[in-house]
């Protein structure tokens, strides 16, 4: 198996015209930011900017959005989590989200109103960590399962935040099947960032929480000089966190929005296979679902980030294990004066696929058709840090996942 790739020209669209993005509007997406403002423990994450290794791929501009640095729980996953549960609060109490912070949510007199609640999630590690961190800090009760395979690292961090957490015997889809029976039986909440029919809302919110990474970065570029990268790379699982990054930019920007690659592991590729397919439809991955990318070892897309990722997007890859362990090994090992950047397998993969296909003549016709050059201002979001630091060592210390022979750059 290699890498392989679909370009949206060949995708058709099951609706005339393109999915509404109103969710990702700025106006929806300053409110989000108000919320998430509330948190003491908030602040942008750092936009790292490579230009040695920009240099080393022949283009203008690197940059790196390091959400390993996101509220200290090592990744990106706590704004979706933190915002829908607070989003799902208010409604509850039948107040408007912009006039509770989460520490009024915390308030004994709040806590009256809302009652015992449960939030129940199904993860991979990095989205139940988050629900989890919302939920303790609202005294309230969590209880996250995991698919099989999990690392213990994991789990036990999600058990840290206050969580009941077990690593079941399911893959990721069928731990969502779970959990769902499980928040049935119990009267708990689920706050999941994949949907179904009469579930639609809080991915949503999920989806909004995320976005906020965006438009940090809008604000981070705009100190640069820069009004948006040419070009992003985003990593789908589900595809809630692509469809975020890809609903803002082209609700922002519309046909100028940056040219989009989305980038999934070939063992879980839910959204490639959506695209390949070619009936506008989203197309269910089976079996184990085996990958070192684990965030992203999803089988069920999210349908409404299929419609954006469906509508928007330009291209759609599926990649080997390899291409994310040499991500993690590039920004592990920095060139010249570029800052080091510690990478989990999930977080790594779109700088790991870009640097091959900017080195490795046979993949000259992918840069053709996404227009890269000299000119080109390529970003990339690491979603999570070394959250299994057993798996990171092993990659970066060890080699585990080379290239291989016929696939060497050098």
Not at 162 to 180: F, S
Not at 190 to 200: A, F, I, L, N, S
Not at 243 to 253: D, L, N
Request: proline share 4%.
């Amino acid at each position: 198996m290699g890498i392989k790739w679909i370009v949206n020209g060949n995708v058709k669209q099951s609706d005339k015209t393109q999915t509404p993005l109103d969710c990702f509007s700025q106006e929806e997406i300053k409110s989000v930011r108000l919320f998430i403002n509330y948190f003491k423990e908030y602040k942008p994450t750092p936009l790292v900017k490579l230009g040695s290794l920009a240099k080393e791929m022949g283009i203008e501009n690197i940059w790196i959005k390091d959400e390993s640095y996101r509220f200290g729980l090592n990744a990106f996953k706590v704004l979706g989590g933190a915002y829908a549960i607070g989003k799902y609060l208010s409604k509850k109490l039948g107040m408007d989200s912009n006039e509770l912070s989460f520490e009024k949510l915390c308030s004994k007199e709040i806590k009256k109103k809302i009652g015992e609640l449960v939030f129940v999630s199904a993860t991979d590690g990095n989205h139940g960590r988050g629900v989890a961190w919302a939920a303790n800090r609202l005294g309230q009760k969590s209880v996250i399962f995991m698919p099989k395979g999990s690392a213990k690292a994991r789990l036990e961090n999600i058990r840290k935040e206050g969580a009941e957490a077990e690593i079941t015997e399911y893959n990721y889809d069928e731990a969502v099947e779970y959990a769902k029976k499980y928040a049935e039986k119990h009267n708990g909440v689920m706050v999941q960032d994949t949907d179904w029919e009469g579930y639609k809302e809080i991915p949503t919110w999920i989806m909004q929480g995320y976005a906020v990474i965006a438009d940090e970065i809008s604000e981070q570029l705009k100190v640069q000089g820069v009004e948006k990268p040419t070009h992003i790379f985003l990593q789908a699982g589900v595809g809630s966190f692509a469809s975020s990054i890809q609903g803002y930019y082209s609700a922002k920007y519309g046909d100028q929005s940056p040219i989009s690659v989305i980038v999934e592991p070939e063992g879980a590729a839910c959204i490639f296979k959506s695209a390949s397919i070619n009936d506008g439809n989203p197309h269910t991955v089976k079996g184990d679902l085996d990958t070192i990318m684990a965030g992203l070892a999803c089988g069920k897309p999210n349908t409404m980030s299929w419609d954006i990722l469906r509508d928007y997007s330009n291209m759609y890859v599926s990649c080997p294990d390899y291409v994310a362990a040499r991500g993690m090994r590039i920004l592990a090992n920095p060139l010249g004066n570029d800052f080091k950047v510690v990478s989990g397998e999930s977080g790594a993969v779109g700088l790991g696929l870009f640097s091959i296909l900017t080195q490795k003549e046979k993949y000259q016709d992918i840069l053709e058709l996404l227009k890269i050059d000299q000119n080109s201002r390529v970003l990339f979001i690491s979603t999570e840090g070394a959250t299994d630091p057993l798996g990171y060592r092993q990659i970066v210390w060890d080699g585990y996942h080379p290239m291989p022979v016929e696939q060497n750059t050098y």
